[in-house]
């Protein structure tokens, strides 16, 4: 049992780390004011071959896997979530056509990807189907005009990046509407030009702004058989896609926790009162160490859940393991940036500083990609079903 990253990704953890200082940290605090693409850190990633960390060699990638993209986003995340959430969207939707999808559509999709020529998204949930997947209503029906196609109509919403996107991953009924059976649901690719696929409203954020997040609304689409991603009724690719992004998600509050309690750090050591810095009481002694201490309980679980992942480890049995890390890490966030906020006082409050702003993403984390009440739900599973037991 190694404890310690081998040297080619503690090579890419310190060069993300200095493309974050560099780069991402003086314009953190201008894209959540001006809410814009920040298509400079965009391309920033992409010359430093940050788009295909997780894609396979074969593909145009750099094979880094999932620990590799964890680490990236844990360095990007101390500065902002947004240009985190940029590098997450290399793997959210690209990872159905990974587990599941065909040759062809392996080279046709995923090497534009990573050469940052497309960008892709992910589109599961709807109003009525958040948690609960299997309310979708969005249906697939077979296409009269060509073998084994298929016809989308409806609407997915809480996109992240639908603006940016060249290709989306889709889910939708392909059998009866109001059935709630796992072999009910198919994934599919749908491109950015078809006819009838059109980019909707988009949403007024609490924070992560600067990648849009909004609506899919798809009319009359007609997908081609060759982009159906594995079986028809293959809605547990759905949630193998998820749990493997469960360290990705992870990662990005494990990055918002040190980004806050760094720069909170940092304060109390300079801001007297009583005469003697704030950093000289105790109690607040205690909090720092506390916080540390669940940051580092937190990467742990993260690295060892990463790695499960990329040993193809995200089945059922494997879900709790998963599981902890994204709930862990992102209720982490919420307390790391709570934090923050309390040790600077007045100013942490004020826009003078950015813990207002890792206040406000924090919060996202513990909803996006299953709520930290579906993950305790699954954890809680593992262990009634013994997939997490201890004897």
């Known amino acids: 049992m190694h404890f310690d990253l081998p040297d080619e990704l503690l090579e890419l ?9 560099d780069k991402v940290k003086p314009r953190a605090r201008a894209i959540d004011k001006e809410g814009a693409y920040p298509t400079d850190l965009f391309e920033a990633f992409r010359d430093a071959g ?6 396979p060699v074969e593909y145009g990638g750099s094979g880094a896997g999932i620990l590799g993209l964890a680490i990236a986003i844990e360095e990007i995340a101390k500065y902002s979530n947004t240009a985190a959430l940029m590098l997450l969207l290399t793997r959210l939707p690209t990872g159905p056509v990974m587990i599941a999808g ?17 960008r892709a998204a ?14 979708m209503r969005t249906r697939g029906v077979p296409d009269a005009g060509s073998e084994g196609g298929w016809v989308l109509n ?21 059998s009866d509407p109001a059935s709630r059976a796992h072999d009910s649901v198919t994934a599919f690719i749908v491109e950015r030009a ?23 609304v798809l009319t ?14 293959g809605f547990r690719l759905a949630m193998l896609g ?24 940092e304060y109390v050591q300079q801001r007297a009162a009583f005469g003697q810095t704030i950093a000289d009481f105790q109690g607040i002694q205690w909090e720092i160490a506390k916080c540390a201490v669940d940051i580092e309980a937190a990467r742990l679980l993260t690295y060892r859940a990463a790695v499960l992942a990329d040993s193809g480890k995200f089945t059922k049995e494997y879900v709790p393991y998963l599981s902890m890390a994204k709930y862990h890490a992102t209720e982490l966030a919420v307390r790391a940036s709570s934090l923050a906020v309390q040790l600077l006082g007045a100013a942490g409050y004020m826009e003078d500083h950015p813990t207002e702003q890792w206040y406000r993403d924090a919060k996202q984390l513990t909803i996006v990609e299953g709520t930290s009440q579906v993950q305790l739900g699954l954890i809680a599973r593992g262990v009634l079903d013994r997939d997490l037991w201890w004897d």
């Open 13 to 21: 953890r310190d060069s993300v780390r200095r493309l974050a200082q």
């Open 50 to 55: 940050l788009l295909g960390l997780c894609i």
């Open 102 to 118: 065909t040759e062809e559509q392996k080279r046709r999709y995923l090497p534009g990807i990573c050469e940052g020529t497309q």
């Open 122 to 135: 992910f589109g599961l949930s709807e109003p009525q189907a958040g948690s609960d997947v299997m309310g």
């Open 154 to 174: 409806g609407a997915k919403c809480w996109m992240s990046g639908v603006r940016e996107a060249d290709w989306y991953t889709v889910f939708a009924k392909t």
């Open 194 to 216: 078809w006819d009838g696929v059109e980019v909707g409203g988009t949403d007024h954020k609490m924070g992560v702004r600067g990648v849009d997040t909004g609506e899919l």
């Open 220 to 233: 009359d689409v007609h997908v081609p058989a060759h982009n159906v991603i594995g079986e028809v009724g």
């Open 242 to 265: 998820l749990n493997a992004m469960r360290p990705i998600v992870a990662a990005r509050g494990i990055g918002l926790a040190e980004g806050a309690l760094m720069y909170a750090t």
